[in-house]
Protein backbone atom coordinates (compact mmCIF):
# COMPACT_ATOMS: atom_id res chain seq x y z
CA UNK A 1 0.00 0.00 0.00
CA UNK A 2 2.62 2.43 0.99
CA UNK A 3 4.56 1.82 -2.52
CA UNK A 4 1.41 2.12 -4.09
CA UNK A 5 0.57 5.46 -2.70
CA UNK A 6 4.14 7.04 -3.04
CA UNK A 7 3.99 5.92 -6.46
CA UNK A 8 0.87 8.03 -6.73
CA UNK A 9 2.81 10.58 -5.15
CA UNK A 10 5.53 10.31 -7.73
CA UNK A 11 4.14 10.14 -10.95
CA UNK A 12 1.56 13.16 -10.25
CA UNK A 13 4.83 15.28 -9.34
CA UNK A 14 5.78 14.59 -12.50
CA UNK A 15 2.88 15.30 -14.63
CA UNK A 16 2.54 18.44 -12.62
CA UNK A 17 6.44 19.38 -13.38
CA UNK A 18 5.88 19.12 -16.82
CA UNK A 19 2.58 21.61 -16.82
CA UNK A 20 4.59 23.70 -15.14
CA UNK A 21 7.62 23.31 -17.72
CA UNK A 22 4.94 23.81 -20.43
CA UNK A 23 3.47 27.16 -18.96
CA UNK A 24 7.20 28.14 -18.65
CA UNK A 25 7.85 27.44 -22.00
CA UNK A 26 5.16 29.30 -23.04
CA UNK A 27 4.97 32.78 -20.53
CA UNK A 28 9.03 32.63 -20.28
CA UNK A 29 8.17 33.32 -16.65
CA UNK A 30 10.52 32.25 -14.40
CA UNK A 31 8.49 31.39 -11.77
CA UNK A 32 6.78 28.39 -13.47
CA UNK A 33 10.35 27.27 -13.96
CA UNK A 34 11.31 27.57 -10.32
CA UNK A 35 7.52 25.68 -9.87
CA UNK A 36 8.64 22.75 -12.13
CA UNK A 37 12.43 22.23 -10.01
CA UNK A 38 10.13 21.85 -6.87
CA UNK A 39 7.99 19.41 -7.93
CA UNK A 40 10.98 17.55 -9.83
CA UNK A 41 12.46 17.35 -6.38
CA UNK A 42 9.33 16.46 -4.36
CA UNK A 43 9.32 13.74 -6.72
CA UNK A 44 12.91 12.18 -6.62
CA UNK A 45 11.94 13.13 -2.87
CA UNK A 46 9.34 10.52 -2.87
CA UNK A 47 10.72 8.40 -4.95
CA UNK A 48 13.94 7.73 -2.95
CA UNK A 49 11.83 7.17 0.38
CA UNK A 50 9.74 4.64 -1.44
CA UNK A 51 13.04 2.76 -2.72
CA UNK A 52 14.92 2.97 0.42
CA UNK A 53 12.77 3.39 3.10
CA UNK A 54 15.00 4.87 5.47
CA UNK A 55 14.85 4.97 9.03
CA UNK A 56 16.49 6.41 12.27
CA UNK A 57 19.36 9.04 11.41
CA UNK A 58 19.29 8.79 7.99
CA UNK A 59 15.80 9.61 7.24
CA UNK A 60 16.54 13.51 8.12
CA UNK A 61 19.17 13.93 5.20
CA UNK A 62 16.15 12.73 2.99
CA UNK A 63 13.95 15.50 3.87
CA UNK A 64 16.68 17.67 3.14
CA UNK A 65 15.56 16.79 -0.71
CA UNK A 66 11.67 17.81 0.33
CA UNK A 67 13.62 21.29 2.07
CA UNK A 68 14.92 21.92 -1.34
CA UNK A 69 11.72 21.84 -3.31
CA UNK A 70 10.02 24.45 -0.89
CA UNK A 71 12.99 26.64 -0.76
CA UNK A 72 12.78 26.08 -4.94
CA UNK A 73 8.80 28.10 -3.99
CA UNK A 74 10.05 30.28 -1.77
CA UNK A 75 12.05 31.47 -4.33
CA UNK A 76 9.51 31.31 -6.93
CA UNK A 77 7.51 33.79 -4.81
CA UNK A 78 10.73 35.91 -3.94
CA UNK A 79 10.58 35.66 -7.89
CA UNK A 80 7.11 36.51 -8.28
CA UNK A 81 7.06 40.02 -6.03
CA UNK A 82 11.20 41.53 -6.77
CA UNK A 83 10.12 45.00 -7.67
CA UNK A 84 11.94 43.98 -11.29
CA UNK A 85 8.96 41.33 -11.86
CA UNK A 86 6.42 41.90 -14.42
CA UNK B 1 17.77 18.95 12.19
CA UNK B 2 15.14 16.86 11.63
CA UNK B 3 12.25 18.41 13.10
CA UNK B 4 13.59 21.80 12.06
CA UNK B 5 13.63 20.40 8.17
CA UNK B 6 9.87 18.89 8.77
CA UNK B 7 8.47 22.25 10.59
CA UNK B 8 9.82 24.86 7.68
CA UNK B 9 8.56 22.59 4.99
CA UNK B 10 4.72 22.46 6.95
CA UNK B 11 5.35 26.18 7.36
CA UNK B 12 5.98 26.78 3.87
CA UNK B 13 2.87 24.68 2.30
CA UNK B 14 0.41 26.18 4.91
CA UNK B 15 1.81 29.90 3.81
CA UNK B 16 1.52 28.59 -0.22
CA UNK B 17 -2.18 27.34 0.43
CA UNK B 18 -2.86 30.32 2.45
CA UNK B 19 -2.02 32.57 -0.68
CA UNK B 20 -4.09 30.18 -2.75
CA UNK B 21 -6.74 30.55 -1.36
CA UNK B 22 -6.64 34.30 -0.65
CA UNK B 23 -6.04 34.89 -4.31
CA UNK B 24 -9.37 31.57 -5.40
CA UNK B 25 -11.57 34.66 -2.62
CA UNK B 26 -10.38 37.31 -4.94
CA UNK B 27 -10.73 35.65 -8.67
CA UNK B 28 -12.53 32.49 -8.26
CA UNK B 29 -10.44 30.47 -10.20
CA UNK B 30 -11.32 26.76 -9.55
CA UNK B 31 -7.36 26.00 -10.03
CA UNK B 32 -6.69 28.12 -7.38
CA UNK B 33 -8.60 26.46 -5.06
CA UNK B 34 -7.44 23.22 -6.16
CA UNK B 35 -3.73 24.15 -5.84
CA UNK B 36 -4.62 25.46 -2.26
CA UNK B 37 -6.25 22.23 -1.24
CA UNK B 38 -3.21 20.35 -2.60
CA UNK B 39 -0.71 22.68 -0.73
CA UNK B 40 -2.92 22.21 2.86
CA UNK B 41 -2.63 18.65 2.01
CA UNK B 42 1.15 18.62 1.92
CA UNK B 43 1.22 20.76 5.07
CA UNK B 44 -1.19 18.05 6.42
CA UNK B 45 1.81 15.77 5.24
CA UNK B 46 4.24 17.31 6.38
CA UNK B 47 2.72 17.65 9.83
CA UNK B 48 2.16 13.95 9.84
CA UNK B 49 5.75 12.94 9.36
CA UNK B 50 6.83 15.54 11.74
CA UNK B 51 3.93 14.04 14.73
CA UNK B 52 5.35 9.99 13.13
CA UNK B 53 9.45 11.37 13.82
CA UNK B 54 9.47 14.00 16.83
CA UNK B 55 5.97 13.55 18.55
CA UNK B 56 4.42 9.98 18.68
CA UNK B 57 7.46 7.93 17.33
CA UNK B 58 5.89 4.79 18.62
CA UNK B 59 2.88 4.98 16.50
CA UNK B 60 2.99 4.77 12.89
CA UNK B 61 1.50 7.18 10.78
CA UNK B 62 3.13 6.55 7.24
CA UNK B 63 -0.26 5.31 5.99
CA UNK B 64 -2.05 8.34 6.81
CA UNK B 65 1.21 11.00 5.53
CA UNK B 66 1.36 9.07 2.74
CA UNK B 67 -2.11 9.18 1.81
CA UNK B 68 -2.15 12.92 1.90
CA UNK B 69 0.77 13.21 -0.15
CA UNK B 70 -0.61 11.12 -2.68
CA UNK B 71 -4.24 12.87 -2.60
CA UNK B 72 -2.80 16.11 -3.06
CA UNK B 73 -0.67 16.34 -5.47
CA UNK B 74 -2.94 13.64 -7.33
CA UNK B 75 -5.61 16.20 -7.20
CA UNK B 76 -3.58 19.52 -7.88
CA UNK B 77 -2.65 17.55 -11.53
CA UNK B 78 -5.83 16.39 -12.20
CA UNK B 79 -6.95 20.31 -11.70
CA UNK B 80 -4.25 21.34 -14.02
CA UNK B 81 -5.50 18.45 -16.68
CA UNK B 82 -9.20 20.07 -16.07
CA UNK B 83 -8.44 23.94 -15.85
CA UNK B 84 -5.96 24.51 -18.40
CA UNK B 85 -7.99 24.60 -21.46
CA UNK B 86 -10.12 26.76 -23.32
CA UNK B 87 -13.27 26.00 -21.38
CA UNK B 88 -15.45 29.23 -22.08
CA UNK C 1 6.89 26.86 -29.74
CA UNK C 2 3.68 27.38 -29.48
CA UNK C 3 1.67 26.90 -32.93
CA UNK C 4 -2.24 27.69 -32.14
CA UNK C 5 -4.20 26.48 -34.76
CA UNK C 6 -7.14 28.99 -35.12
CA UNK C 7 -10.54 27.19 -36.23
CA UNK C 8 -12.76 29.97 -38.50
CA UNK C 9 -14.54 31.90 -36.60
CA UNK C 10 -18.23 31.76 -35.55
CA UNK C 11 -19.04 34.95 -36.41
CA UNK C 12 -21.02 36.86 -33.82
CA UNK C 13 -23.48 38.64 -34.52
CA UNK C 14 -23.31 42.23 -36.14
CA UNK C 15 -19.40 41.93 -36.67
CA UNK C 16 -19.05 43.22 -40.07
CA UNK C 17 -16.37 41.80 -42.88
CA UNK C 18 -17.42 38.07 -43.49
CA UNK C 19 -14.61 35.63 -45.07
CA UNK C 20 -14.00 35.83 -48.95
CA UNK C 21 -15.97 32.65 -50.25
CA UNK C 22 -14.97 30.59 -53.61
CA UNK C 23 -12.55 27.96 -54.58
CA UNK C 24 -10.08 29.37 -52.99
CA UNK C 25 -10.50 30.35 -49.10
CA UNK C 26 -8.36 33.22 -49.71
CA UNK C 27 -9.44 34.99 -53.10
CA UNK C 28 -9.49 38.58 -52.52
CA UNK C 29 -13.14 39.28 -53.78
CA UNK C 30 -14.96 42.82 -53.34
CA UNK C 31 -15.80 43.35 -49.33
CA UNK C 32 -15.00 40.70 -48.17
CA UNK C 33 -11.64 40.24 -45.42
CA UNK C 34 -8.83 38.55 -47.17
CA UNK C 35 -7.10 37.62 -44.27
CA UNK C 36 -10.18 35.47 -43.00
CA UNK C 37 -10.67 31.69 -44.28
CA UNK C 38 -14.01 30.48 -45.05
CA UNK C 39 -15.82 28.49 -42.49
CA UNK C 40 -14.76 25.27 -41.72
CA UNK C 41 -11.23 26.25 -43.32
CA UNK C 42 -8.57 25.53 -40.53
CA UNK C 43 -5.83 27.49 -40.65
CA UNK C 44 -1.98 27.13 -39.16
CA UNK C 45 -0.14 30.31 -37.81
CA UNK C 46 2.43 30.67 -35.48
CA UNK C 47 1.83 32.88 -32.71
CA UNK C 48 4.41 35.19 -33.58
CA UNK C 49 3.17 35.41 -36.79
CA UNK C 50 -0.25 37.30 -35.54
CA UNK C 51 -0.78 40.76 -36.52
CA UNK C 52 0.20 43.60 -34.17
CA UNK C 53 -2.81 46.16 -35.18
CA UNK C 54 -3.85 46.19 -31.18
CA UNK C 55 -2.59 48.27 -29.07
CA UNK C 56 -0.29 47.10 -26.11
CA UNK C 57 -4.00 48.18 -23.63
CA UNK C 58 -5.81 45.99 -26.21
CA UNK C 59 -3.64 43.18 -26.05
CA UNK C 60 -3.34 43.05 -22.38
CA UNK C 61 -6.61 43.37 -21.58
CA UNK C 62 -7.01 40.26 -23.99
CA UNK C 63 -4.52 38.24 -21.83
CA UNK C 64 -5.77 38.95 -18.30
CA UNK C 65 -9.20 39.50 -18.79
CA UNK C 66 -10.60 37.24 -21.48
CA UNK C 67 -10.12 33.66 -20.75
CA UNK C 68 -11.34 32.10 -23.82
CA UNK C 69 -13.25 33.04 -27.44
CA UNK C 70 -16.62 32.35 -25.96
CA UNK C 71 -16.06 35.12 -23.13
CA UNK C 72 -14.73 37.20 -25.88
CA UNK C 73 -17.94 37.32 -28.47
CA UNK C 74 -19.94 37.03 -25.19
CA UNK C 75 -18.21 40.55 -23.75
CA UNK C 76 -18.55 42.13 -27.34
CA UNK C 77 -22.00 41.54 -27.62
CA UNK C 78 -23.07 43.28 -24.33
CA UNK C 79 -20.80 45.94 -25.42
CA UNK C 80 -22.23 46.23 -28.08
CA UNK C 81 -25.89 46.82 -26.04
CA UNK C 82 -24.59 48.35 -23.45
CA UNK C 83 -27.84 49.11 -21.76
CA UNK C 84 -29.33 45.93 -22.16
CA UNK C 85 -29.86 43.50 -19.44
CA UNK C 86 -29.10 40.09 -20.65
CA UNK C 87 -30.02 36.16 -19.18
CA UNK C 88 -27.71 33.58 -19.77
CA UNK C 89 -30.35 31.74 -21.92
CA UNK C 90 -30.62 34.69 -24.17
CA UNK C 91 -26.89 35.35 -24.82
CA UNK C 92 -26.67 31.45 -25.24
CA UNK C 93 -29.74 31.97 -28.18
CA UNK C 94 -27.97 34.64 -29.50
CA UNK C 95 -24.29 33.12 -29.96
CA UNK C 96 -25.37 29.78 -30.65
CA UNK C 97 -23.93 28.09 -27.46
CA UNK C 98 -25.05 26.26 -24.64
CA UNK C 99 -26.51 27.82 -21.47
CA UNK C 100 -24.34 26.00 -19.23
CA UNK C 101 -20.91 26.91 -20.63
CA UNK C 102 -22.46 30.85 -21.08
CA UNK C 103 -23.35 31.20 -17.66
CA UNK C 104 -20.35 29.83 -16.27
CA UNK C 105 -18.41 32.06 -18.72
CA UNK C 106 -21.15 34.93 -17.72
CA UNK C 107 -19.54 34.28 -14.12
CA UNK C 108 -15.84 34.62 -15.19
CA UNK C 109 -16.71 38.19 -16.55
CA UNK C 110 -18.66 39.27 -14.18
CA UNK C 111 -16.02 38.36 -11.39
CA UNK C 112 -13.47 40.56 -13.31
CA UNK C 113 -15.62 43.77 -12.62
CA UNK C 114 -16.87 44.19 -16.11
CA UNK C 115 -20.38 43.16 -15.48
CA UNK C 116 -23.31 44.56 -13.82
CA UNK C 117 -25.38 41.43 -12.12
CA UNK C 118 -28.76 41.69 -11.39
CA UNK C 119 -30.26 38.95 -9.27
CA UNK C 120 -34.35 37.99 -10.38
CA UNK C 121 -36.45 35.19 -11.03
CA UNK C 122 -32.97 34.56 -13.23
CA UNK C 123 -30.10 36.49 -13.22
CA UNK C 124 -29.33 39.17 -15.33
CA UNK C 125 -26.08 40.58 -16.41
CA UNK C 126 -25.12 43.94 -18.41
CA UNK C 127 -21.69 45.71 -19.80
CA UNK C 128 -20.57 48.00 -16.49
CA UNK C 129 -16.87 48.11 -16.16
CA UNK C 130 -15.69 49.77 -12.96
CA UNK C 131 -12.57 50.59 -14.93
CA UNK C 132 -13.00 53.21 -17.28
CA UNK C 133 -10.80 53.20 -20.06
CA UNK C 134 -12.05 49.23 -20.66
CA UNK C 135 -14.82 50.92 -23.06
CA UNK C 136 -12.11 52.12 -26.03
CA UNK C 137 -10.41 49.02 -25.08
CA UNK C 138 -13.31 47.10 -26.61
CA UNK C 139 -14.69 49.60 -29.12
CA UNK C 140 -10.77 48.99 -30.52
CA UNK C 141 -11.11 44.72 -29.87
CA UNK C 142 -14.69 44.88 -31.99
CA UNK C 143 -12.83 46.66 -34.84
CA UNK C 144 -10.32 44.17 -35.29
CA UNK C 145 -12.40 41.25 -33.57
CA UNK C 146 -10.13 38.68 -35.66
CA UNK C 147 -6.95 39.65 -34.35
CA UNK C 148 -8.28 39.63 -30.67
CA UNK C 149 -9.16 36.20 -31.69
CA UNK C 150 -5.98 34.69 -32.31
CA UNK C 151 -4.42 36.39 -28.83
CA UNK C 152 -7.13 35.00 -26.98
CA UNK C 153 -6.98 31.72 -28.55
CA UNK C 154 -3.36 31.56 -28.34
CA UNK C 155 -3.36 32.74 -24.28
CA UNK C 156 -6.20 30.52 -23.31
CA UNK C 157 -4.65 27.47 -22.19
CA UNK C 158 -1.73 30.19 -20.40
CA UNK C 159 -4.84 32.00 -18.73
CA UNK C 160 -5.03 29.88 -15.32
CA UNK C 161 -1.52 29.53 -14.70
CA UNK C 162 -1.20 32.84 -14.90
CA UNK C 163 -4.12 33.39 -12.45
CA UNK C 164 -2.05 30.60 -10.19
CA UNK C 165 1.50 33.16 -10.34
CA UNK C 166 -0.66 36.07 -9.78
CA UNK C 167 -1.81 34.40 -6.34
CA UNK C 168 1.57 34.22 -5.14
CA UNK C 169 1.77 38.51 -5.41
CA UNK C 170 1.80 39.39 -1.77
CA UNK C 171 0.63 42.96 -2.64
CA UNK C 172 -2.12 43.50 -4.68
CA UNK C 173 -1.79 44.93 -8.03
CA UNK C 174 -4.51 47.29 -10.11
CA UNK C 175 -6.74 44.67 -12.15
Known amino acids: MHGFLIGIATCSCWGITAFFLKFWVETRDRFFLL ?52 | MGSVIYALCALTSLACAALLLRGYARHGERLLLLAGVCFCGLALNNLLVFSDFVVVPDVDLSLYRNLAAAASVLLFLLGLIWHTGDRG | MFSPRCRAPRFPPGLR ?74 IAQEIRVGPTTTALALEELASRNLLDVRIGSTLAYRFSPVEEGVRG ?25 RRFAEAFRLRKTDG
Not at chain 1, 37 to 49: C, D, K, P, T, Y
Not at chain 1, 61 to 85: C, M, Q, S
Open chain 1, 35 to 86: FAAAFAVLSINWLLLGLWQPTGETRPFFYLLRLLAFGLIIAAVWEKNRPAAD
Open chain 3, 17 to 90: SPPCTGANPFSRAPGCSPDVPAAGVVVESSASGMASSLSPQAKRFLRDSVGSILQLDIILLLHREENRWWSAEQ
Open chain 3, 137 to 161: VLAEIAADHYTAREIVAAGAAGHAA
